[in-house]
């Protein structure tokens, strides 16, 4: 049975004045209509009047028409934000009560916040950190300035020439390259952030004073500008400018701080690149002095080198090779091998100081014991304590036959490949070098005739570890072995195929340095040697 008007009006009475606290409540009677609200919620709620449907707020509207179960509702009432709790009167309908959650509400707006820009900067620096390639870092920073805090962005690098690299990334997300069209200074703040001063204030900036090459094409009106350095370790890493247009609102204080804590991470990231690649330029170029140097044939004697060294990932180590022709103050071709104790980079240091004073003792190359005492000299007196070994071996040609003196110092002596396919060793040998306060050696004398060769080696030849049970050397007879195979061939082909030999003998095992000099009188008879040191031509 339905109650009566009085009766619901006693039961919504009782609601309302059981409000005591200052809570906003109104009462919707069974009808859907405004029953009671006390004062509080006549001063929230203006347009809300007993007897009539409440239209304001939407939120509460659509949830007080719902069926018999209201739940909990809330929204915003003005700048308010507000949570409505439904009570079921006795007598039919509902009162509901509204609490103000405006600082709570503010709260996890705030906190959501903070989270997305968390997750952004975090993701920025995977990113960012993902390369060490100065031009993927700019075109990163550019591209997520442009996706999370921008219409566009421009990333400009400082250089040592007047024209400054930067990356643009435009407002559909498009990349591009380039270079500062006009003076960085009729930018206002931009010449300051790329001296790695403190940012201006966006609103200091005009953003009509925009120069056309800061603009992208097809960006139209620039409605908000901010300058930002990329500050980077101890010197500036560049400066970031980001664009919006005029229908956007303009950046606000805690997004140009955000902006900063995204190019503090930046600046990082590209400040580490280009130091990077300063380093591996530097790196290269001392490389490059470290390196074997690629052989020719000099004097009408063929020279073929290979180097392996005992990493793949590692381009210079202990062992080296040197060819050095004829000079005003030695007559005859140079040709060094050598393995210096240890591996990697400190032994390639080494071999580099004992190859320029080798370079430096050249006019005393008719000499080698000579040259040997004086290169122990200058290894004992160094703060190294490494060792070295060597053979020297000077060459010459005589009619079509090749003459050298040989001399081996700790160092494996050299073979000779004779041309009825046997192979001898020569007769030399000596000291290490660097260890003994005297150096004694002893030089070979070899005759090749056209197609044989002296064969130099390291001893990461002959102590290669590896066969079908992975733990057998090499050996010497091995070496001599495959030595014979090759009697005849080229001195390329012979260090080719010495060296292919060595690698299946090692499969994927670990090895020492490997390297292998060929030395070879070439068949036929000298014609010309057009410069001195290139092929030129022979007879059959």
């Known amino acids: 049975m339905t109650s009566s008007p009085a009766r619901h009006r006693t039961g919504a009475a009782s609601a309302v004045s059981a409000a005591t606290a200052p809570y906003p409540v109104v009462v919707i009677g069974a009808d859907g209509h405004v029953a009671e609200l006390n004062d509080a919620a006549s001063v929230l709620l203006p347009t809300a009047r007993p007897g009539r449907r409440l239209r304001s707020p939407s939120w509460l509207a659509t949830a007080s028409g719902r069926a018999a179960r209201p739940v909990s509702v809330s929204g915003a009432v003005g700048d308010r934000f507000f949570s409505a709790h439904p009570s079921v009167l ?15 509400q503010s709260l996890l707006v705030e906190l959501a916040a903070e989270r997305e820009r968390t997750q952004f900067l975090n993701q920025a620096s995977t990113a960012l950190l993902a390369s060490l390639n100065l031009d993927r870092c700019m075109e990163v920073t550019a591209r997520l300035a442009t996706e999370y805090l921008a219409d566009a962005a421009l990333v400009i690098a400082p250089s040592a020439t007047s024209k400054l690299p930067m990356v643009v990334c435009d407002q559909r997300g498009r990349l591009s390259y ?41 960006f139209g009106e620039v409605g908000s500008l901010a300058i930002t350095p990329l500050p980077g370790h101890g010197v500036p890493a560049g400066a970031l400018i980001l664009l919006r247009r005029v229908r956007k609102v303009a ?40 390196l074997p140097p690629t052989l020719r044939q000099v004097e009408g004697v063929e020279f073929a080198g290979a180097y392996r060294p005992s990493k793949d990932t590692e381009r210079v180590g202990g062992d080296f090779y040197d060819v050095h022709p004829p000079g005003d103050d030695f007559p005859e071709t140079l040709a060094v091998l050598g393995d210096v104790a240890g591996k990697g980079l400190e032994a390639a240091v080494l071999t580099g100081k004992i190859r320029n004073t080798l370079h430096a003792l050249l006019p005393m190359a008719d000499d080698h014991t000579r040259m040997l005492r004086l290169l122990n000299n200058a290894m004992r007196t160094s703060h190294h304590t490494r060792f070295a070994t060597l053979v020297l071996a000077s060459v010459r040609r005589e009619e079509r036959d090749v003459v050298l003196r040989v001399t081996a110092a700790g160092h494996p002596a050299p073979l000779i490949m004779r041309s009825d396919g046997t192979v001898e060793e020569a007769d030399t040998n000596g000291t290490l070098i660097g260890v003994l306060p005297a150096v004694t050696a002893r030089t070979a004398h070899v005759r090749l005739a056209p197609g044989e060769t002296c064969l130099l080696f390291t001893d990461g030849v002959t102590e290669a ?8 050397m090499f050996g010497e007879q091995r070496l001599r072995r495959a030595a014979a195979e090759c009697v005849g061939m080229p001195a390329t082909a012979i260090v080719e195929r010495i060296q292919m030999i060595t690698a299946q003998w090692l499969g994927a095992g670990r090895h020492d340095d490997i390297a292998v000099m060929a030395i070879t009188a070439p068949r036929g008879s000298h014609l010309s040697a057009v410069d001195g040191t290139t092929r030129g031509r022979y007879t059959a």
Request: zero cysteines.
């Open 90 to 104: 006795t007598a039919g309908g509902v009162a509901w009560w509204f609490v103000d959650e405006t600082d709570h």
């Open 465 to 472: 570890k590896g066969g079908p049970l992975g733990d057998t």
């Open 251 to 290: 950046f606000t204080e805690g997004e140009e701080v955000m902006a900063r804590l995204f190019a503090a991470r930046a600046g990082a990231a590209m400040s580490a690149a280009r130091l990077y690649a300063e380093q591996n330029t530097i790196s290269d170029t001392l490389m490059r002095e470290l």
């Open 178 to 218: 380039g270079t500062v069209a006009g003076p960085p200074d009729t930018v206002p703040g931009l010449t300051e952030a790329l001296r790695g001063f403190p940012p201006v204030p966006s609103q200091w900036i005009d953003p009509a004073a925009a120069p056309r090459w800061l603009v992208p094409e097809g």
